[in-house]
């Protein structure tokens, strides 16, 4: 396993959260349809890392962000979590693994309508330890607090605005403590507004508690404030590196190319 190297952030010697190592994907595999989606991908992605997952429609990004949440298997390549290798894990496996290590927020907020802001933030919490605990309660109330929303707490989604949804579900997403979050255009379906207080949160979480994420965007602003920048075309990484610092160079222009 390539561990300390290739990586921006990966500390020297560290096992990464995720590592990717010659990853294809392909759908309809063996009939005439057969599309080949992703091809030879090698990532690692290390603890407290805040990367962008850019490209245009179809280049692969929410396939690889599916692959790497452990909701569908890769048709080539390794893939370990955190060093383990997942490719013989059964589905009780990859669920457990899922939620000790992973969070996932995406375009739309997937919150159950019939429960409250703060029982949907207790939800995963309910679905590790079988039971709604004290403890569960309690944490599910610090995070809608580290999102603003103690006062919408009871109120069920449909009462809250997209951007406060949204908020929820960022909150639920951090509810494990995960190692990554897997944002899949998070902020895609906000005004500018809500848009920018909800990836601020995310910058937030990162900073605070060290939880790495990768953020699917199509937003070349957003994807400049991140640390780091992964680039699809046609299902291979076509750019990886830092986001240089410079202020005023949003866009594509504030890439560097990977020092490899
Ligand atoms: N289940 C599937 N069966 C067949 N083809 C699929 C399947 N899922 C995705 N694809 C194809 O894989 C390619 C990549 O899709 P993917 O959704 O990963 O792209 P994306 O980069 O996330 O695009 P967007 O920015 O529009 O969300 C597309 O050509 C898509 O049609
Ligand atoms: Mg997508």
Request: hydrophobic share 40%; with cysteine.
């Amino acid at each position: 396993m390539k561990t300390g190297q290739a990586s921006p952030g990966q500390p020297a010697g560290g096992v990464p959260i995720v590592a990717l190592s010659g990853v294809g994907k392909r759908f309809n595999e063996g009939l005439p349809n057969e599309a080949r989606v992703l091809r030879g991908i090698d990532l690692t992605v290390g603890a407290g890392e805040f990367a962008s997952l850019i490209g245009p429609s179809g280049s692969g990004k929410s396939t690889l962000l599916n692959l790497l949440g452990l909701l569908d298997r890769p048709s080539e390549g390794e893939y370990r979590l955190k060093g383990v290798p997942t490719g013989t894990a059964s589905d009780d496996e990859r669920t457990r693994a899922r939620l000790d290590t992973l969070g996932f927020v995406f375009q739309f907020h997937h919150l159950l309508p019939e429960f409250s802001a703060l029982e949907n933030v207790m939800l995963p919490g309910l679905m590790r330890d079988g039971a709604f605990t004290p403890a569960i309660r309690a944490n599910a109330r610090e995070l809608l607090s580290a999102v603003g929303l103690s006062d919408a707490a009871d109120k069920r989604p449909g009462e809250l605005s997209g951007g406060m949804q949204q908020r929820v579900a960022i909150a639920r997403a951090l509810a494990l403590a995960p190692d990554l979050v897997l944002a899949d255009e998070p902020t895609g379906n906000l005004d500018t507004h809500s848009a920018d207080e909800a990836f601020a949160l995310l910058r937030r979480f990162n900073r605070e508690r060290g939880c790495a994420f990768i953020v699917v965007t199509h937003d070349p602003r957003l994807a400049a404030r991140c640390d780091r920048v992964i680039e699809l075309r046609d299902g291979m990484i076509e750019r990886d590196g830092p986001v240089a610092p410079t202020p005023g160079t949003a866009g594509a222009d504030a890439w560097t190319k990977p020092a490899k």
